[in-house]
């Protein structure tokens, strides 16, 4: 889709339905020129950005469903399945380098160093998957965490790594301890579905409720709603290029675009403020305002 801040503006550029069953993941290249997508039907497709010309097809890819892909530079990307199954696959070569089958459950989603060495996995076990891309081996794997690891982002310069989970916990590690989590920190959320990062420590996370909450890491404060899908489960997040806008879609069939602009400029207090349990989320944009007849319509300004 090409997306316009005009109105009416919006429009489709181009549909595939080259894959056989559906369609789990998709990433652009790190040029922006290709799309990776994988798929139930075991395979990897590559398609340029501009046209969805189909380039390459690797069939059967994985014995199982595949269920995320993660470009690591020009030739070299992976892919996770639902079995646990990691491969590390090169382009120039046309297979994978690497094949490492270490965790018992799906692999939810991957993050890469800014060196393109070190691979980290997050598993429906609970557990952290340690790869070295580099050396084509298996470092090690995290104690298990309670819940469902949903997603592995790394902040602070690449000096901590946090973990979201079904349990509504962001699980954070040291970059040199991967065998036990170093803090957590439990949202009042059902569950941590998908997350983004902002800026080195603040970091938006989607949830099963509906609610994207913007959340700073060291010191761990929820910094309040950025947006919402009305009690509709978020798949995905993304940021925009610029910093300034923050993608969202949901179980609504709606891709929704918010300001987060402002998010960039929060200094967080290392002092925790008392606040009354249960109170509602601070509202970061005029959009994630309620309506007065929707469920979220509490999501306003607290009061000075």
Known sequence: F???????????L?????????????????????????????AIHMLTAEEGRLETRLAKAHGSAINCVLPIDTNIFATGDDNGMLKVWDLRKGDAILEAHQQDEYISAMAVDGNGKILL??????????????????????????????SVKLLKRGKKVACGSSEGTIYL????GFGAASDRFALRAES?????????????????DGVIRAVNILPNRVLGCVGQHLGEPIEQL???PGEQLLASCAHDQKV???????????????????KKKGGPLRALSSK???????????????AD
């Open 2 to 12: 090409s997306y316009s801040r005009t109105e009416g503006d919006n429009r489709q």
């Open 14 to 42: 181009w549909s595939s339905g080259h894959h056989l069953k559906s369609c789990r993941d998709v990433a652009f290249s790190q040029d922006g020129q290709k799309l990776f997508t994988v798929s139930k039907d075991k």
């Open 121 to 150: 996995t997050a598993s429906g076990d609970g557990t952290l998957g340690v790869f070295n891309i580099k050396r084509r081996r298996f470092e090690l794997l995290s104690e298990p965490q309670n819940g469902d690891l949903t």
């Open 173 to 176: 590690f040291n970059w040199d």
């Open 192 to 208: 941590i579905d998908c997350m983004v990062p902002i800026t080195d420590s603040i970091v938006c996370v989607g949830s099963m």
């Open 238 to 240: 993304a940021v925009a």
């Open 256 to 274: 929704k675009f918010w300001d987060i602009s402002a998010l960039a400029g929060l200094v967080v207090d290392d002092y925790r403020k008392k």
């Open 288 to 302: 994630a305002v309620g309506s007065g007849e929707d469920f979220f319509a509490d999501l306003r300004d607290e």
